[in-house]
């Protein structure tokens, strides 16, 4: 399984910023797929996940500004995020469970105040 992230970068507070997850060795249409991140000095955290069906679940942190997607033909996955605040400022993984624990090499998103 690989599994990469893009999208990452600088952005001021009230900003948007929009995360991608492009999959590949896996059978990525029946797969629930996860972000996560991870702030510096602080644990990795559930931010949101997508089922094969495309039910979505969020962290209360973000209901409402963030928003899961995910397109199968694509193999990819996207995290919208809008009214970035500082304290989104992590670094954001992509994660699956097909046959293992799987993890992206994670994104970095900076929100300025």
């Known amino acids: 399984v690989q599994l990469v992230e893009s999208g990452g970068g600088l952005v001021q507070a009230g900003g948007s910023l929009r995360l991608s997850c492009a999959a590949s060795g896996l059978n990525f249409g029946i797969t629930t797929m996860n972000w996560y991140r991870q702030a510096p000095g602080k644990e990795r955290e559930l931010v949101a996940s997508?089922?094969?069906?495309?039910?979505?679940n969020y962290a209360d942190s973000v209901k409402g500004r963030f928003t899961i997607s995910r397109d199968n033909a694509k193999r990819t996955m996207y995290l919208q995020m809008i009214s970035l605040k500082p304290e989104d400022t992590a670094v954001y993984y992509c994660n699956c469970w097909y046959r293992r624990d799987s993890w992206g090499q994670g994104t970095l998103v900076t929100v300025s105040s």
């Open positions: 997508i089922t094969s069906g495309g039910s979505a």
